[in-house]
């Protein structure tokens, strides 16, 4: 019984989907080229996991009448009843507390700063889940909150950041920029019954009869950020900002490639299939992400790049098994 809770608030808090968000504020503070203790970026993984959780426990609890008209999400627990809406509020309240309390308890002396840019994450992710489905490219909102959770890891090191560590940042900015825009085409079906007004359906964007319709504008727009996700990608190399051997730089565009194929390969479906279109979405972003460890191999050795690089694989894989009991679910 216990376990079966435990399950239904790890469900709840999309934990399966936090350790990209938990690695954010680890990959800024690496940039610093800083000697770090282990313990310190553990600190920071676990502060960013609780942003996370913050962040879509609030958006379940904002979206659960939206998502009652659906029946692919009829399994939600607050949708369900298995969780209350009282408890998911509650849980969203423990997640601010508890990151100013652990940023005092862990990195006292950078406290005011920390507790400054945590406000913003919060304030940020909040207007997301409260408005994001209303006002036009909100998305910018939930990926604002990202950027401030990233740049939290170099702050909790230093008050002065570096251009590289800004790009890591910006990153992290774009790619869930990228990240949500594209996620809510799988949401496209039933969004419009209660009013909501993603991005896809806003730019045109439609569903009829099963057939999956990507408008012209809105494919512009995602390629658009797709070029300045690649953009930033590239340009520590251009500008010299790390140190590098070839081989990495050839790595990372093999790695561009693959993830702009799968990213081609979601918006070119014809049907639609949410689970398809789940999962190549998911691919592109890990991906897309693989090019942030070889940014920092310099700077991080190979032992801590191949963490980086297989970690959120085997923590995806981990809670998908623990939470749905499969690596495949329908979400």
């Not at 610093?32 to 920071?44: C, G, R, T, W």
């Not at 727009?221 to 990495?248: A, C, D, M, R």
């Amino acid at each position: 019984m216990i376990c079966k809770k435990i399950r239904l608030y790890l469900k709840l808090a999309r934990l399966h989907s936090s350790v990209l968000t938990g690695l954010a504020p680890i990959c800024t503070a690496a940039a610093l080229d800083v000697k770090l203790s282990i313990f310190h970026y553990i600190e920071l993984f676990l502060i960013g996991i609780i942003f996370h959780i913050y962040l879509f426990v609030l958006n379940e609890v904002r979206d659960v009448e939206i998502d009652k008209t659906s029946d692919s999400l009829k399994s939600k627990p607050l949708v369900d009843g298995s969780i209350s809406i009282k408890n998911a509020k509650l849980l969203v309240y423990c997640s601010i507390v508890l990151v100013i309390i652990l940023s005092f308890v862990f990195f006292y002396n950078q406290a005011p700063t920390l507790i400054l840019i945590s406000a913003l994450a919060f304030i940020f992710g909040g207007l997301y889940d409260y408005f994001g489905k209303k006002v036009p490219h909100a998305d910018y909102f939930i990926s604002l909150m990202l950027f401030f959770t990233a740049i939290y890891g170099a702050f909790s090191v230093t008050n002065q950041i570096t251009i590289f560590v800004l790009i890591i940042a910006l990153l992290a900015l774009i790619q869930m920029l990228i990240n949500n825009v594209t996620a809510s085409l799988k949401d496209v079906d039933h969004d419009f019954i209660k009013g909501g007004k993603s991005t896809p359906l806003r730019m045109g964007v439609t569903v009829k009869d099963g057939r999956f319709h990507v408008s012209p504008s809105y494919l512009t727009y995602v390629l658009i950020l797709k070029t300045i996700h690649i953009g930033l990608t590239i340009l520590p190399f251009y500008l010299n900002l790390i140190s590098f051997e070839i081989w990495q730089l050839y790595l990372v565009i093999i790695l561009i490639v693959v993830a702009l194929g799968f990213y081609i390969r979601f918006l070119t479906i014809k049907k639609f299939d949410r689970v398809k279109i789940m999962r190549f979405i998911g691919f592109h972003e890990m991906f897309a992400f693989m090019v942030i460890p070889f940014l920092l191999y310099g700077l991080i050795g190979f032992l801590a790049t191949v963490v980086l690089i297989f970690l959120p694989i085997v923590w995806l894989g981990i809670f998908l098994i623990v939470i749905y009991g499969k690596l495949i679910p329908e979400i």
